[in-house]
């Protein structure tokens, strides 16, 4: 005997399957765009409630307060566990991008992630990819996000003016140079004394999201944290680099 919903959910399912993600495999009643075993076999970063963890490091800055930095999961280019995911930036998935920002809601409510945080940014896209897309994903996972911390999300505080170009083939000071300018604070009294989280999809060199994070801290006395879906496996080795870099 099964309740109405996974009745339901069962017809559903039959007339329409869905399927995993990753593995492709029919999901089961209960579970939701990944099957329990890609769902537990994901590379978690597993870096929220490390202070000092390689992200916060990565954020640390003199123009405001760091709050919590932490990603989902690691991200390796190409990578047939966890490509499938970013769907939602690539084949229009806003539903995925939705449930993501739950997923990364409710993981990290009992970690204390949340707390203070007074108001979400998600990473703006300029007005000529907003329009090519249709839809900014970082926003939709922020809503997400929302739906289940409550914090409410501000998307008119700052704006951005441009594309970056791919900053994959540059270094540092050619990224920092590169990401200069591209976003322009619009409404600093919306931010002012706030803590503000800061909601990116995927963090690969991290420049664009410090470059946020500066623009943000000039609405004066900000605290900022961050949180993204993925963060390349790059950053996994970082304490080394950093270590010979201290050297
Ligand atoms: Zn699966």
């Not at 003199?62 to 690691?74: H, I, K, P, S, W």
């Not at 998307?155 to 003016?161: F, L, N, S």
């Not at 989280?197 to 991290?206: A, E, K, P, Q, R």
């Not at 500066?214 to 900000?222: P, R």
Request: glycine share 6%; with cysteine; proline share 3%.
């Amino acid at each position: 005997m099964c309740t109405l919903p996974v009745f339901a959910r069962r017809v559903a399912d039959f007339l329409f399957p869905r399927v995993c993600l990753v593995c492709k495999q029919r999901l089961q009643v209960g579970e939701e765009y990944l099957c329990v075993s890609c769902l537990q076999s994901m590379p978690y970063t597993r870096l929220e409630g490390r202070r000092g963890n390689v992200l916060e490091r990565l954020f640390m800055s003199e123009d405001y307060e760091l709050g919590r930095a932490t990603a989902l999961y690691y991200y390796q280019t190409h990578s047939g566990r966890t490509q499938p995911i970013l769907s939602f930036k690539y084949r229009h998935r806003t539903d995925v991008a939705l449930w993501l920002g739950r997923v990364m809601a409710r993981q990290l409510a009992g970690s204390g992630f949340f707390e203070g945080v007074d108001v979400i940014v998600p990473v703006p896209l300029s007005s000529r990819r907003l329009f090519q897309r249709g839809y900014n994903q970082c926003e939709l996972l922020a809503k997400g996000i929302s739906g289940v911390t409550h914090i409410p999300v501000n998307t008119a505080a700052v704006v951005r003016r441009v594309d970056n170009a791919t900053q994959t083939h540059l270094d540092y000071l050619q990224r920092e140079a590169n990401v200069s300018g591209i976003f322009e604070l619009r409404r600093s009294r919306q931010l002012h004394g706030k803590h503000v989280l800061l909601v990116d999809d995927v963090i690969t060199t991290g420049s664009t999201l410090r470059q946020l994070a500066k623009v943000v801290a000039a609405a004066g006395d900000v605290t900022v944290s961050v949180l993204a879906v993925a963060l390349s496996t790059f950053h996994k080795h970082r304490p080394e680099i950093d270590a010979e870099e201290s050297t």
